[in-house]
C-alpha cells in the first residue's frame, strides 16, 4: 500500500462511471449539502433518505445490498446490472473514485492509496477505455460543484468549534480554572461517529443534517445560509445561558457537534480536538 499525490496533468486509468467496483464495499460520508442532492435525485426528502438509507445518524451512505463476486455488499442506491440509481446526485467520494482529496492550507491535492487502479481488476470494461488525465476525470465526473460543497463545510465546521471556544473562554468558564470542558473535548475526538451523534442530541442533528433550504443549486450559497441558520440557532439556545455548567454542556455539545461534521467530511477528528484542545490552552484554559 502507497499514497501517491497527483497533478492535474497526470495521466491515469481513471475512466470507471457505473460499472460497479466503486458501488461495492466502501465507506461514502455525506455533508448535508450531499444529502439534500442525494435525496433531491431519488425523489424523497432528505429526512427520509437519512433514515432509510444513512447509518451512523445519517452520515454514511449504507451499503446493504447484493454482494458482489468478492463477497463486498453494494451501495443501497446500486442496481445491478444497471448501476448507481441516483447517479445524477452522487456525492463527492463517488465522483472521486477512486482517487482520494486532501485540503491543506488552502489547496487541494488528489492522491491515490494503493498498489493498483482497482477499477482494472473490478471492471472489465475499463481495460478498453482511453486514459485520461486526472484533470480531464475530474471534469467529466462534475466535481467542482461537490468540491466547493466540502470547502465550504470546513468553514461550517470551523465555526461550530469556535461556538465551543466561545461558550468556554468568554463565558469565563476557563478563567475558574475548569478542566472538566477540554477533557471532554479530547474524548470526544477519540469516539465513532455514532457515539458524536447520541451526544449532539436528535434536534441538533437535525438542525445540522436536515436544514429548511430550498435550493441546491449553488453549494456555496447552500452552505453560507445553512451556517447563518446554525448560528441563529445557537444564539437562541445559548444566548442567555447563566450557569457555568450550562456553559460546559453548551461548549461540549458544539465541540461534538464541529467532530460528527468533520467525520462527514473525512477529516480526523482525533487530531481536531488535540489542536482546539491545545489552541484553547494557549487562552487560557485548563484541562
Not at 118 to 133: F, K, M, Q, Y
Not at 167 to 175: F, I, R, T, Y
Not at 205 to 231: C, G, K, R, Y
Amino acid at each position: 500500500m502507497f499514497t501517491t499525490k497527483l497533478s492535474l496533468q497526470d495521466i491515469l486509468p481513471l475512466t470507471c462511471t457505473r460499472t460497479g467496483t466503486c458501488c461495492h464495499g466502501n465507506q461514502v460520508f455525506l455533508n448535508p449539502y450531499e444529502l439534500a442532492r442525494i435525496a433531491h435525485e431519488k425523489g424523497i426528502t432528505p429526512s427520509d433518505f437519512r433514515s432509510s438509507y444513512c447509518d451512523d445518524g445519517g452520515i454514511l451512505l449504507r451499503f446493504n445490498g447484493k454482494a458482489d463476486k468478492r463477497g463486498k455488499s453494494s451501495c443501497s442506491q446500486y442496481i445491478d446490472n444497471f448501476g448507481c440509481s441516483v447517479h445524477v446526485g452522487r456525492p463527492l467520494a463517488c465522483r472521486l473514485f477512486p482517487l482520494g482529496r486532501q485540503v491543506q492550507n488552502g489547496t487541494a491535492e488528489y492522491i491515490f492509496q494503493g498498489e493498483q487502479f482497482p477499477c482494472l481488476n473490478g471492471c472489465a470494461a475499463v481495460v478498453e477505455l482511453p486514459h485520461l488525465s486526472v484533470a480531464e476525470y475530474l471534469k467529466g465526473q462534475e466535481t467542482d460543484t461537490f468540491e466547493k460543497a466540502q470547502d465550504a463545510y470546513l468553514e461550517v465546521m470551523q465555526n461550530l468549534a469556535e461556538n465551543a471556544f466561545a461558550l468556554l473562554l468568554d463565558s469565563g468558564l476557563a478563567a475558574t480554572g475548569e478542566t472538566k470542558t477540554l477533557s471532554k473535548w479530547r474524548e470526544l475526538g477519540k469516539v465513532d461517529a455514532k457515539t458524536l451523534a447520541e451526544c449532539s442530541g436528535e434536534e441538533w442533528l437535525m438542525a445540522l443534517l436536515l436544514p429548511t433550504i430550498e435550493s441546491t443549486d449553488n453549494a456555496e450559497e447552500f452552505a453560507a445560509v445553512h451556517n447563518e441558520l446554525l448560528q441563529e440557532k445557537a444564539q437562541e439556545k445559548f444566548g442567555s445561558l447563566e450557569s457555568l455548567q450550562a456553559f460546559h454542556e453548551a461548549s461540549v455539545l458544539m465541540m461534538a457537534l464541529a467532530l460528527y461534521l468533520a467525520r462527514a467530511l473525512g477529516a480526523h477528528p482525533e487530531s481536531l480536538s488535540e489542536h482546539w484542545v491545545v489552541e484553547a490552552k494557549g487562552f487560557g484554559a485548563c484541562e
